[in-house]
Every structure is written in structure tokens, then in C-alpha cells.
């Protein structure tokens, strides 16, 4: 499985555009070279180097099949977001208080729907529980 971006490469640094710095809007996503047998994704944007551990800054699931790109400040192209950690079920950006921090955006294949509401302590067990495949895509940003 493939995760790109038109906004950044692996390993890249994120533009401000993104970022609590600029105007805070979600990059493009693309996936590709997903298994056949995919009835679903999910997508999570994830730092962990946050200094009380991992902050979740983007949980998805249930995006349609169909949709296998997310526009560049489009939000999600479907499915169900869940409550982050600045409290709301859409993107956030990165803002760390300090130094560089790597953020993780993985998107999951599943194999079926997810029927339960999830959050952001079970989202990862219950969308491995499903996953068919996944693919990382990791950005790089500092505050000046």
C-alpha cells in the first residue's frame, strides 16, 4: 500500500500552511496499491514525540472505498472523525511547544465497516483488529 502527498514528502518538512502557524488546513492525502478486498479505510495523524506522550491530531474511519485521496483542505471525505486532542473531530495541525516533532499519517485498508463508535484509546486496536494493509506517510515541524 502507497500514502502520498502533493503537500509534502516522507520525511519532509510539513509547510506552515498546515500547522497551527499558518492557516491550519488538512494537506493532501493520495493512497494507492490497496488490497483488493478493501471495503473501507481509515487515516490517523499522530505525533509522538508530544512531551506527554503520543497526541493524536486526526482520527478517521469508515471512509468509503471510493475515496482514495483527501483534497488539500477538504476535511474528510467521509466516514466518522473522532474527538482529538484539541477536543474536536477534524484535523488539527501541528503546533509543538518546542523542538522538531515527526507526524505520523497512516492510512489503514479495512476489511469490512467498523460498527462501533470509536475513540482515540481504541481506535488503533480496533482498526488493526480490521486492517488489510497500511501505509506511512511522516512530515517533520518546528515552530520558529
Same mark, same amino acid.
Given at each position: ?20 502557524? =499558518?492557516?491550519?488546513? /488538512?494537506? @493532501?492525502?493520495?493512497?494507492? *496499491? #490497496? ?43 467521509? =466516514?466518522?472523525?473522532? /474527538?482529538? @486532542?484539541?477536543?474536536?473531530? *477534524? #484535523? ?53
Amino acid at each position: 500500500m502507497k500514502l502520498e502527498s502533493e503537500s509534502f514528502v516522507h520525511d519532509g518538512l510539513i509547510p506552515p500552511e498546515y500547522t497551527c502557524d =499558518g492557516q491550519g488546513i /488538512n494537506p @493532501h492525502l493520495r493512497w494507492s *496499491e #490497496y488490497p483488493q478486498e478493501t471495503r473501507f479505510f481509515a487515516l490517523a495523524c499522530v505525533d509522538p514525540d508530544a512531551p506527554l506522550g503520543e497526541f493524536i491530531h486526526w482520527m478517521i474511519y469508515n471512509i468509503p472505498v471510493k475515496f482514495t485521496q483527501i483534497g488539500k483542505g477538504a476535511g474528510s471525505p467521509g =466516514g466518522l472523525e473522532v /474527538n482529538n @486532542h484539541f477536543g474536536r473531530g *477534524e #484535523y488539527g495541525g501541528p503546533c509543538p511547544p518546542s523542538g522538531t516533532h515527526r507526524y505520523y499519517f497512516t492510512v489503514y485498508a479495512l476489511d469490512r465497516e467498523i460498527s462501533e463508535h470509536l475513540t482515540k484509546e481504541n481506535f488503533r486496536q480496533r482498526v488493526g483488529e480490521h486492517s488489510l494493509a497500511k501505509a506511512v506517510l511522516m512530515g517533520r515541524y518546528s515552530r520558529k
